[in-house]
Each structure stands twice: as C-alpha cells, then as structure tokens.
C-alpha cells in the first residue's frame, strides 16, 4: 500500500511540474532531503524516481509559464566553477573509474537541480514554500526521533530517514541542528497562537532528537547553533533562554547511557571513533601531499589510497569531516572552492540583511539570512567530524540565499525604473510651470 502511494503521488504530480517549473524544485527537494520512496517495502524502493523528477523539471523550463531567471549570482558563480574542478579531479582519480564517475554523477545531479530550483523560485511564497518542503521533509523525523526519545526514557539510540544521505545517527543530528533555525524563521509567519505552540513543541522535539542520536559531534554543533541563534535573533534573551533551556531539560532527561558518552568528549584519547577519526585524517594529509591539487577523486574508503598513504594500510574507512573529505578528493583547490560556497553565502546574507534593514516590506529578508547564517554554524562545526560534503541541504542553504540576493536586485531594479518614470513625469510639468510663470 505504501508503494502504491508513493508512486501515484510522485507520478500524479509530474502535470504539475509542466505545467510550474516551482513544483518540480519542491517535488526534488522532497524526494532527495526525505527519501520517502525508502520507506517502501516493494516496488517503489527500486524505481528511479529522483532521476524521472529531474527530467521532467528540466523539461518544465521550455513547457511552464512560470518566470524564471539566469541564476547568476556570486553565490552560483562558485558554485560552478567547485563543479567544473570536481569534473576535472574525477578525470585524474585513483579509485576504479566506473564507481568514479558514477559518484560523479550523482554528485553533478544535486547541484544541477540546486542550480535549477534558484532559476525557477522567484518569488517571496514560492521560496517559503522550499522552506517549507525542506522543514517538513527532515522535520517529520525530527519529531519522530523525539517522541521515540520520550518513549524510552533517552536510552534508545535514533537514525535517520532510511536509505538517505543520513540515515545515520551522527548525519540525521547534524541536519536536525542545521534544520532548526528554518524552523525558528517560519516561526515568524505563524500568527495563530496553536501553530507557534505546534512549532515550539516540533523545534524541542528536534533537540531531544539530536540528544536521542547519542551524537557526540551533533551535541557540540547544538550548543554552538544555539548560542548563536541566540545572538542572531530579535529577541535575543528570551530566545536564548528558551533554547538552552529546552537543551538543558533534554540533557538532565537523558539516560545515564547517554551523560557517559558525552564525557568521553574530554578523553577522545581513549575511545576508538575519536581516534579513527585521527587516523583518516592523517590517511588524507599524506594523501594532500602527494597530490596537493587534485586529491585523489571521489571514493576516498578505497583499500587503495589507504596502501599508499595510511600508516596503517589494513583499516579502511569513510572521512568523517567535509574539509578533509573535500581535501582528499578534490586537493587544496576543491577545499577553497568549498570554503568559498560557505565565505559568500555568508557575506551575501550578510549584505541583505544590511540593505533591507530600513525597508518594512523586506522585514523577512533579515530574519531569514540571519537564521541562515546560523545554519551554516551550527552545520561548519559539526560538520568537522563528519563526511557530508555531498549532502543536499547545506547546499540548500547557500540556494536560499542565493533566490533571495536575486530577488532583491530585481526588486531594487523594479524601484529605480519606477522612481525613473516619475522623475519623467515630474520634470515636464516642471517646466510647464515654470513657463507659465
């Protein structure tokens, strides 16, 4: 039955998305952030819906009416130019080719439908609508996380959405912590007092999803998203107060279980993870080395490269950080590039928010860079102990910024024509007067 639904609803939507290039950006978020066909049992598990979506999105571009837009941005500039060098290092890979360039590809199709859903979401409701998809999306197993984490007193242990990106323990914590301050923005369209008590209590069911995760890198990332929510936020105290207060009940609700493994934080000496960690990145140092350029391509858990370059040849492991995993496949320059997608999104968010600070239609436009750019820290610091280069939300972030910044300018564009225009009519009458005087 589950099959059944997943695939009428996904195939039932395809009209739609010719006849709207928007509603094929949110049928891919949905499909590539949740995985809803995951959760199937049979047939939908097998079917390749991400990539049927992504045709007829693009197909959706000549067919829709809908406006659309070059999505050139400095933003979209890196963005380009880190695809064109992760081309070029897939060319000079170590690893085998066809699990190479297969990665590539999958790699390729997330930032070519990024780059698709900033030419094709416009205005200001369709960009909450993305928000929307991708706050539900996630959230619908943040909530759930912290319901199971209620049920079992904080001793079970919660995964993320099956067969995904982050579908493990480390990875689901770390999206719910770069998650939340989306859910803080949209807090701010709710005018119902029953929705914002739904958001509050769906923000604190998050946080205990991210303790329930028994992560130790996300609880790191937690408090630091949290701080700086507090910082970035209007009400700063009482915002503040609410968030560390929800951490701190959270935390004193936990299992013993979990209190032990949060101290290990101070003795990572003695606990294994931790010391792997070590081991993977000192495997991607030497590899930096060697090849400081162009790494070693995608597929950095090959027994191969840990021949050449580990101290220990016989363990083989996935690079648990994006700046060492960015590093070892692509060299110093992919590493650049990566850091540059995060150093222009955040100085864009920045700029908006500085320009719209004076202009009450464009209120929104500060609320949302600053909970972006919390996003953004709460996902750099975890993100130092996990390899998730390549998953889609945090590219998302940069996306929004990006559909905003255009938005923007084009509205900046509108006005100055418009104050044109009337200094035009303006200026005959002018002199009208000035003759009939």
């Known amino acids: 039955m589950r099959d059944i ?34 959760m199937a049992f049979g047939f939908a598990a097998r079917l390749p819906f991400a990539q049927v979506v992504a045709i007829v999105s693009l197909l959706s571009l000549l067919t829709s009416k ?27 890979a170590i690893g085998p080719a066809d699990r190479v360039w297969e990665r590539w590809f999958f790699v390729i199709k997330i930032h070519a439908m990024l780059l698709f859903t900033i030419a094709v979401v416009v205005t200001p409701k369709q960009l909450r ?17 912290g319901v199971y984490t209620l049920q079992t007193g904080g001793s079970g242990r919660v995964w993320g959405p099956p ?26 369209d709710l005018k119902k007092k029953w929705q914002r008590y739904a958001m ?33 936020s209007k009400r700063k105290v009482l915002t503040f107060t609410l968030m560390a207060a929800v951490l701190v009940a959270g935390g004193l609700f936990m299992a013993d279980s979990w209190k032990k493994r949060m101290e290990t934080i101070q003795t990572y000496e003695q606990d294994d993870s931790a010391m792997s960690r070590i081991y993977q990145y000192k495997m991607v140092m030497n590899l930096a080395a060697d090849r400081p350029f ?13 021949q050449l370059y580990s101290d220990s040849p016989g363990r083989v492991y996935v690079v648990h950080s994006v700046y060492f995993q960015a590093l070892g496949e692509h060299g110093y320059v992919g590493l650049l590039l990566y850091l540059m997608i995060g150093i222009v999104t955040w100085r864009t968010a920045n700029r908006l928010s500085r320009v719209t600070r004076d202009d009450p239609d464009l209120q929104w436009v500060g609320r949302l860079m600053r909970m972006t750019q919390v996003s953004i820290i709460g996902f750099s610091v975890g993100g130092t102990f996990l390899g998730l280069l390549h998953f889609d939300y945090p590219y998302y972030l940069a996306g929004i910024v990006a559909i905003t910044d255009l938005y ?14 009337d200094m035009a009519k303006v200026e005959p009458a002018v002199l009208t007067g000035t003759v009939a005087r």
């Open 5 to 38: 639904i997943i695939t009428a609803l996904v195939f039932g939507a395809l009209p739609f998305v010719l006849r709207s290039s928007s509603m094929g950006a949110y049928l891919w978020a949905w499909l590539s952030v949740m995985n809803p066909h995951r």
């Open 66 to 92: 809908d406006q659309k837009r070059m999505p050139i941005s400095g933003i979209t500039i890196v963005l380009l130019i880190f695809i064109l060098w992760m081309t070029l290092t897939s060319a000079f």
């Open 129 to 145: 609508q993305l928000i929307w998809v991708l706050v539900v999306s996630l959230g619908y197993f943040g909530v759930k996380g």
């Open 163 to 188: 067969g995904g990106t982050v579908f493990g323990n480390n990875e689901f914590a770390l999206a719910l912590v770069a998650l939340i301050p989306l859910m803080f923005f949209l807090l701010g």
């Open 200 to 232: 509050w209590g769906a923000m604190a069911l998050c946080v205990l999803s991210i303790l329930g995760s028994q992560s130790r890198g996300a609880f790191l990332s937690l408090v630091a998203m949290i701080a700086f929510l507090g910082l970035k």
């Open 294 to 306: 162009v790494g070693a391509g995608f597929g950095l858990d090959n027994r191969v490269l840990y």
């Open 408 to 421: 923007v300018r084009d509205r900046a564009k509108i006005d100055e024509k418009e104050r044109q225009l």
